[in-house]
């Protein structure tokens, strides 16, 4: 039986993954990319998102798609941004949680000695695997994967995958948090910091204020957006300080601007600094 025919297909909140793969293999065919990301295209492929999908004919939906799929491309640039920060500052240990089908293990350049770790549930990662064995994918780093649900003891599994607490990670939560719910976000940061060592680097996307009423109330079932639940503390800075660590908070739209591809429709709402985060160990 090969790849293709025993690949699960996507589902569940896992499947939104494959709708960023359609995202960065979209952008990735720009004369002006802000990344290569090679095997998006594969993995929207198998998810059945490539070719991908025309425009919603409402005007509405089309905005909110277009919004939803810039703030992709941003974030990947800015947390492909922090994670070379973080090479060159000496950190040799990566932890993507939720990992999905994110493919920096492949596409960017990394130290000698660098170990990422990819933390997800086994459908996504079996899922991954058979994309890369079909399209012959090497890692440019040692690439551990740990398979294992995020509510679960995820420290413990990471750290039995050779994960190590006493030395410096950087970790990488990207469009995740504002699926669970904010106990669980506490939880996971929690568990983060107790796994970190000073000098560890952390990168989160938070959705802003008023995202999940701007583009969940009327989101079709089964979307990304009808499955958000939890958006940013009011201070993320002060938020993560309490735990640790020195943040700083940016937007979409300053960094957008810093990237060359600025927004040039005023804004519809107050926005505040800390949707995209980085953040040091002390």
Not at 1 to 9: F, G, H, L, N, S
Not at 243 to 269: C, F, S, V
Request: hydrophobic residues 40%.
């Amino acid at each position: 039986m090969t790849d293709e025919q025993e690949r699960v297909q996507p589902s569940g909140v896992w499947a939104t993954a494959v709708g960023v793969a359609r995202v960065r293999a979209l952008e990735s065919q720009r004369e002006n990319a802000l990344f290569r990301d090679p095997l998006a295209q594969a993995f929207a492929t198998a998810g059945g998102l490539w070719p991908a999908s025309p425009p919603p004919d409402d005007e509405a939906a089309r905005r909110r798609r277009q919004a939803v799929s810039f703030s992709i491309v941003i974030r990947t640039k800015f947390l492909d941004d922090l994670l070379r920060q973080a090479s060159a500052s000496g950190v040799r240990q990566v932890v993507l949680l939720g990992a999905g089908m994110d493919s920096r293990a492949f596409r960017m350049d990394w130290p000698e000695g660098t170990t990422l770790f990819e933390v997800d549930t086994a459908e996504p990662l079996d899922f991954k695997a058979s994309v890369l064995r079909q399209e012959r994918a090497v890692a440019r780093c040692e690439r551990i994967t740990v398979p294992v649900d995020l509510r679960e003891d995820w420290p413990a599994a990471l750290t039995a995958a050779g994960h190590d607490p006493a030395a410096p990670t950087v970790w990488i939560a990207e469009g995740l948090l504002i699926y669970l719910p904010e106990d669980a976000v506490e939880l996971l940061l929690a568990r983060i910091s107790a796994q970190s060592a000073p000098g560890s680097r952390m990168g989160l996307t938070l959705g802003s204020r008023g995202v999940i009423e701007r583009f969940g109330a009327d989101a079709t079932p089964g979307s990304a957006a009808s499955m958000w639940v939890s958006e940013m503390p009011d201070d993320p800075v002060d938020w993560l300080s309490g735990h640790g660590w020195e943040a700083e908070g940016h937007t979409l739209r300053d960094r957008a601007a810093a990237y060359g591809r600025p927004i040039n429709t005023p804004p519809q709402h107050e926005e505040r600094p800390g949707g995209l985060i980085s953040a040091v160990r002390r």
